[in-house]
């Protein structure tokens, strides 16, 4: 698949099975993420894998965050977070270490990670693995970060869910043409 086709086909598959990448796979798609613009080399991206097992023990953490945030949540939004987690056999959750003192701003670092989180949506594409990227209120959520080793300073960028995409391919939306959110600019508006 070349990169036009990868860019304009991918799409979120509507449900994720096995067979997930291999670790060999996996290790292609990161190898493609570290390729991400970067201003500054800070390489501000960071990738926590979660297969088996600790997908559920992540959906217990999700599970806890929400039940702190929203003590009255009803029981059955609770299980509902814990079983995110689940809707695929590979998470991987996109974090960026943010340095504010840094010279580079933090709106670029993060820029760097989000760049580096669409390289693996596309890797997998390409590979043949669907993908999808979401966040939630887990993602900004102080335990979760927390849980997961990273510092209060970083940034969940997303979950990557990946695995083998079934169902239906999903239908394109109507997509407007690219003129409409384009302009040509010649001096300063007045």
Not at 162 to 181: H, S, Y
Request: hydrophobic content about 45%; charged content about 25%.
């Amino acid at each position: 698949m070349d990169a036009i086709e990868a860019l304009t086909s991918r799409r979120s598959p509507p449900k994720l099975i096995e067979p997930a990448p291999t670790d060999a796979e996996l290790e292609a798609m990161l190898g493609a993420a570290i390729r991400a613009p970067d201003h500054g080399r800070l390489r501000p991206w960071r990738f926590i894998v979660l297969r088996g097992t600790a997908r559920e023990r992540l959906g217990d953490v999700l599970g806890q965050a929400l039940k702190a945030r929203e003590p009255a949540v009803p029981d059955d939004a609770v299980m509902r977070e814990r079983q995110k987690p689940l809707r695929a056999p590979l998470v991987v959750a996109v974090a960026a270490a943010l340095d504010a003192g840094h010279k580079i701003p933090v709106v670029e670092q993060l820029l760097a990670a989000g760049a580096a989180t669409q390289n693996i949506l596309l890797a997998a594409h390409a590979m043949g693995f669907g993908a999808w990227w979401r966040t939630g209120d887990g993602a900004y959520d102080a335990h979760v970060k927390e849980a997961l080793g990273l510092k209060a300073s970083d940034a969940i960028v997303g979950f990557l869910y990946l695995g083998t995409g079934t169902g239906r391919t999903p239908i394109p939306p109507d997509e407007p043409g690219v003129k409409e959110f384009v302009r040509q600019w010649t001096a300063p508006v007045a």
